[in-house]
């Protein structure tokens, strides 16, 4: 099993960044993907980025895409979001999941992923 922790959310200017981590822990010597997700209140969950493990491929969703970075330190078995020029439409609880997986990640589906961290809180507002 994996267990997840998230750091670095916060509250943030609008156009400023944030770096979101995602540290991973329990059985992390198989290779696994990490997605991020978040939920804005009232709204269901939305998948934002993904990477897998062997060669580190990253896909992102339309909204976010060149603005937000997805990489890994596998030494570390963490997974960064780092996050810039930030609207308020990005505030949101913001969540790092996990499957085994060597190859490839599944951006949006939350049925694929079978471990998730706690949650931090992105708030974008001036």
């Known amino acids: 099993q994996l267990q997840l922790v998230e750091s670095g959310g916060g509250l943030v200017q609008p156009g400023g960044s944030l770096r979101l981590s995602c540290a991973a822990s329990?059985?992390?010597?198989?290779?696994?993907?990490v997605g991020w997700f978040r939920q804005a209140p009232g709204r269901g969950y939305e998948g934002v980025a993904c990477i897998s493990q062997n060669d580190h491929s990253t896909y992102y969703r339309d909204s976010v895409e060149g603005r937000f970075t997805i990489s890994r330190d596998s030494a570390k078995n963490t997974v960064f979001l780092q996050m810039n020029s930030l609207t308020p439409e990005d505030t949101a609880a913001y969540y790092c999941?996990?499957?085994?997986?060597?190859?490839?990640?599944?951006?949006?589906?939350?049925?694929?992923?079978?471990?998730w961290g706690q949650g931090t809180w992105v708030t974008v507002s001036s």
């Open positions: 999941a996990a499957a085994y997986s060597e190859s490839m990640c599944v951006i949006g589906s939350r049925g694929w992923y079978d471990y």
């Open positions: 329990g059985r992390t010597s198989e290779y696994y993907a």
